[in-house]
């Protein structure tokens, strides 16, 4: 038994001495690696997600000053066999648990902690070693996927947000230059205005800082280990969240995201956009990923990637042979949106669509509790989120579900004969 004040107050001390007096920890550094994967490897011990959070808060501080050997640890990570075999797989698996921490600030204590991670994860990059261990960690689908759309929903929700909050200021600031037509406003307007504008630029901040992080990691992962994002679950969303912020940042609204000294909210559009181009270059071979751009007809459009390498080769943040590359990807889409646009089905019957995407489904699959058919892939991807029937929420497991193989047969047939036609 080990009685969690105890386990509280060691990290305590440990924070403190993280935060103010590091050199103080020089000793005790080996001992305290062991201590902190072993207790976020081991995550039965110890039940409060918060109380984890206070490791890698600990590692966080020792890796932010990596420049000072004596204090900094990511030597001692790129070379201790316990961080070595245990601690990328460790903040993984902490990094989705922290999804739930069951305090009413969940939601945006999440943010902050996977913050931390995203740091650890960065300090130790260069190292081939934990890259070799994440491509063994990738090899578990299931696990690794789950980490994936965590990642991805993180970076969907911050990116949407910050770039909102951008308009919104945009939309102010404009309002303000206008000198004659805002001091003709009444008093309490521009208040409220200007108490909108200070909300909104501290939004706009917080989520643009840990939105470029995130999706630096994004790139990382999809460059080190692309075929979980390239699963059914998982590649239709990557493409639509990449189409719709490509969009954003060249297409006609991209004008209401200029702001005033940009910098002072983290927002770096040129690189923002390379990163984003990162990651189309990271899975543009990918046959998976090319036609889930090509059936994205919500954002995609052609001439958003000749904006975007136009933009780049202006700024030097693109290769010739990458510009190419991207250039001969974009092609390829185009080539499948004729040839999948050439493929009319003609009128669907309802009960061969999916009920969440209006899809028609390829695997068709019985929910036990509600009795509603769906996609399997579309149930899949849900669970990776919420592990409840999405039609009355009771819990559900993927393994629970049961295959309509009768119904599966009749679509089959169906296409078959559309096909044919």
């Keep these: 038994m080990l009685p969690e004040f105890i386990f509280e107050d060691v990290t305590e001390i440990f924070l403190f001495v993280a935060k103010y007096i590091p050199r103080a920890a020089a000793v005790s550094r080996d001992d305290l690696i062991v201590f902190i994967i072993t207790f976020l490897k081991s995550s039965s011990y110890i039940k409060k997600p918060y109380l984890k959070a206070k490791l890698v808060e600990i590692l966080f501080y020792f890796t932010f000053r ?13 070379s201790h066999p316990l961080a070595l075999n245990h601690l990328l797989p460790a903040l993984m698996s902490f990094y ?13 204590d999440k943010f902050n902690i996977r913050y931390n991670i995203s740091q650890i994860f ?3 990059w260069g190292n081939h070693l934990h890259k070799e261990k994440l491509k063994e960690e990738s090899r578990n689908i299931d696990s690794f996927v789950r980490f994936a759309n965590l990642l991805m929903n993180d970076v969907t929700y911050l990116l949407d947000e910050s770039l909102r909050k ?54 990382f992962m999809t460059s080190e280990v692309a075929d979980p994002f390239l699963t059914p679950q998982m590649v239709d969303r990557l493409a639509a969240m990449l189409d719709y912020n490509l969009k ?53 459009d052609q001439k958003y990637f000749s904006k975007a390498v136009s933009i780049l080769l202006k700024w030097g943040l ?3 042979k990458n510009a190419s590359e991207l250039e001969k990807f974009v092609n390829e889409v185009e080539v499948t949106i004729k040839s999948e646009g050439d493929d009319e089905l003609g009128e669907i019957p309802d009960e061969f669509l999916d009920p969440v995407l209006y899809t028609i489904m390829e ?3 019985i929910l036990p509790g509600s009795r509603v058919t ?16 999405p039609f009355n929420r009771m819990p559900l497991n993927i393994e629970d579900v049961i295959s309509n193989t009768e119904l599966k047969e009749r679509i089959e047939k169906f296409l078959q004969e559309k096909r044919q036609k």
């Excluded at 609204?253 to 189309?280: A, D, G, H, M, W």
């Excluded at 270059?281 to 990918?286: A, E, Q, R, V, Y």
């Excluded at 996609?375 to 029937?389: G, Q, Y």
Aim: aromatic share 6%.
């Design 66 to 78: 990596s420049n000072d050997r004596e204090v900094g640890m990511v030597s001692l990570l790129n």
């Design 363 to 365: 695997d068709p699959v």
């Design 318 to 320: 693109i290769s010739d």
């Design 166 to 219: 951008l308009a919104e200021i945009h939309s102010i600031q404009t309002e303000m230059d206008n000198k004659e037509e805002w001091e003709n406003q009444t008093q309490q307007y521009r208040q409220e205005r200007e108490g909108t504008l200070r909300s909104d630029e501290r939004s706009a901040t917080s989520y643009m800082s840990l939105g470029n992080e995130t999706v630096e990691m994004l790139v």
């Design 374 to 389: 769906v996609d399997r892939s579309t149930i899949k991807t849900h669970l990776l989120s919420d592990t409840t029937d």
């Design 122 to 124: 960065k300090a130790i």
């Design 96 to 108: 989705v648990e922290v999804e739930q921490t069951g305090a009413h600030t969940q939601f945006y």
């Design 248 to 300: 954003s940042l060249v297409g006609p609204k991209c004008t209401e995201l200029k702001v005033r000294n940009p910098e002072t909210y983290s927002f770096k559009p040129k690189e923002l956009l390379s990163q984003l181009v990162n990651i189309y270059l990271n899975l543009c071979k990918h046959k998976e990923f090319v036609h889930a751009v090509a059936i994205d007809q919500r954002s995609y």
